[in-house]
């Protein structure tokens, strides 16, 4: 088969992505190591719960960390339990983190 002189034999995609190398401040944007930084008001406007992966968030740590703490009862706050799905209050996330809970109307 004859290629075509135009055509270009490359990757799709190879020039679309940058490439990945290691270490924490290689690319801040894109580092699967930065995580958000969640402020009291942040928390706040969550509402009453939030689901576990948001607590965890919060927290600072990854989502299988959070759920297997939950399963195995070591999550350190209460969590609320409706079926499959896992619950968090928000109250008692400020009151680990030495917060004061949103303020009641």
Known sequence: MRDHPDRHHRHPFRDRFTPRTTGRDAH?????TRRRIWTPEQVRALGMTTDLETAASVLGIGRTLAYD??????????????GRRVLVPVAALLDYLGESPPATD
Do not use: E, N, Y
């Open 69 to 82: 703490l939950a399963r195995t009862g070591d999550f350190p706050v209460r969590l609320i339990r409706l």
């Open 28 to 32: 801040p944007k894109t580092s699967p």
